[in-house]
């Protein structure tokens, strides 16, 4: 397996999941700041010209970091970080749906619309009047999920999951590109606190 990384939070999901399952990663960077994700020899990895891409043993490209992975949960099940039953991994894959949905698309949509513009123009379409709605509505739909936290240490309640990842990775580095979580909401926040101070998010 190779791993083709980079800067940025999506890479940096796949590779806390990897490391909460003590796998060690056959990393290939990428530079992004040069756009090395956008030349023909990355596109033919992905089409999207993004990171992460994991490469199989059998030289199969897989992209977007749910689908990469759920395929390191298939290959490496323990410890499961998305499920042991249909009823476990339902559980999960709601939640991280919904951060999906709710939570990362209009955040990071609205970081390279709004802060990152003049890093993204050119390579994505950009709308720089959509940058503030697509924050307000991450911020409205962050209530919204607070409001099913109360209690829980995490998103499944005492079982770790994917959804614990990635909301703590993008609400981290949401935080450091001008989208902090609104204090309100105490049990959100507390998620992302508790991911940060695990090992692995330094991977
Ligand atoms: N939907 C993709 C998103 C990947 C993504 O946006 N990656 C960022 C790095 S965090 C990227 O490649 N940005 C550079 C660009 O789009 O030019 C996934 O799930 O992997």
Sequence with gaps: MKFYNSIGPNPQAVR???AEKGIKLDTVEVDLLKAANRDAEHLARNPAGQTPSLETDGGQFINEITAICEYLEEKFPNPALIGSTPEER???RMWVRRLDENVIAPRLTGFRYGEGAKFFAGRIPVFPEAAAPLKALAKDRE???NGMLAGRTWFCGERFTLADIMA??????GA???QPVDPANTALAAIVDRVKARASFAA
Excluded: K
């Design 16 to 18: 806390v999941f990897a």
């Design 90 to 92: 339902a559980e999960t």
């Design 143 to 145: 209530g919204w999920i």
């Design 168 to 173: 703590g990775v993008f609400l981290a580095f």
């Design 176 to 178: 450091g590109v001008g």
